[in-house]
């Protein structure tokens, strides 16, 4: 049974940036893809980013170039650096893994 926990989220100013941090309980980093979501009041959950076992990454592309995918395989962490934040971006975001999810982190980007 794997854990996720997710920390990093807050709130930023447009422009700003934020980095995001996905924790599992074990070593499962390694053998499945890693997914970050999020999702908007009012709107479906959504994947934003991906990283697979093999270091390959996607983007969905609302965050192609303003963000980025990364893992720590001795820390069992996955990063999602996000910058140039928008409102846009406002949502919460989850850590995914095969069907295992995280509770989520409130990002909001405003003034």
């Known amino acids: 049974q794997a854990q996720l926990v997710e920390s990093g989220g807050g709130l930023v100013q447009p422009g700003g940036s934020l980095r995001l941090s996905c924790t599992a309980s074990?070593?499962?980093?390694?053998?499945?893809?890693v997914n970050w979501y999020r999702q908007a009041p009012g709107n479906e959950r959504g994947l934003v980013a991906t990283?697979?076992?093999?270091?390959?990454?996607y983007y969905a592309d609302s965050v192609k170039g303003r963000f980025t995918i990364s893992r720590d395989m001795a820390k069992n962490t996955v990063y999602l650096q996000m910058n140039s934040l928008k409102p846009s971006d406002t949502a919460v975001y989850y850590c995914?893994?095969?069907?295992?999810w995280g509770q989520g982190t409130q990002v909001t980007v405003s003034l």
């Open positions: 995914n893994v095969e069907h295992f």
């Open positions: 990283i697979r076992p093999g270091g390959s990454t």
């Open positions: 074990g070593r499962i980093f390694s053998f499945y893809a």
